[in-house]
């Protein structure tokens, strides 16, 4: 007799369906994230996190074509080892609904 297994939903999918349905939880999620990019080792989590909301928010082909930036360009700049300048950066926030900010050091 076979068994059915049941399909299980990867941590990815959840992760974006959670981003997607929640759109606070969305800035805090990337907010923190964020605070990766001030550390070189650990940058790739930052930009991770910035294309998980991308893809929750329309996915990656949509926001591009929104931001005004070609959809490779795109994917190559939100990789683990990608190099987004300022000008895609804040594209694709604008697109997402989201601002960069400033804080003082110290108080993070």
């Known amino acids: 007799m076979t068994r059915k297994i ?3 939903v990867s941590h990815h999918e959840r992760e ?3 981003l997607r349905a929640d759109r606070e939880l969305a800035a805090a999620y990337l907010k923190e994230a964020l605070e990766s990019l001030n550390n ?3 940058r790739a989590a930052g930009l991770l996190a910035l294309r998980t909301v991308a ?3 329309g996915g990656l082909g949509a926001v591009a074509a929104e931001a005004g930036v ?3 360009s795109l994917y190559r700049s939100l990789s683990a080892k990608g190099n987004p300048n300022l000008k895609t950066l804040l594209a694709v926030l604008k697109v997402l609904g989201m601002r960069l900010s400033v804080a003082n ?3 993070a």
């Open 70 to 72: 070609s959809r490779e």
């Open 16 to 18: 974006v369906a959670e």
């Open 55 to 57: 893809e929750a928010h």
């Open 40 to 42: 070189p080792e650990d």
């Open 105 to 107: 050091a110290e108080a």
């Open 6 to 8: 049941k399909a299980a």
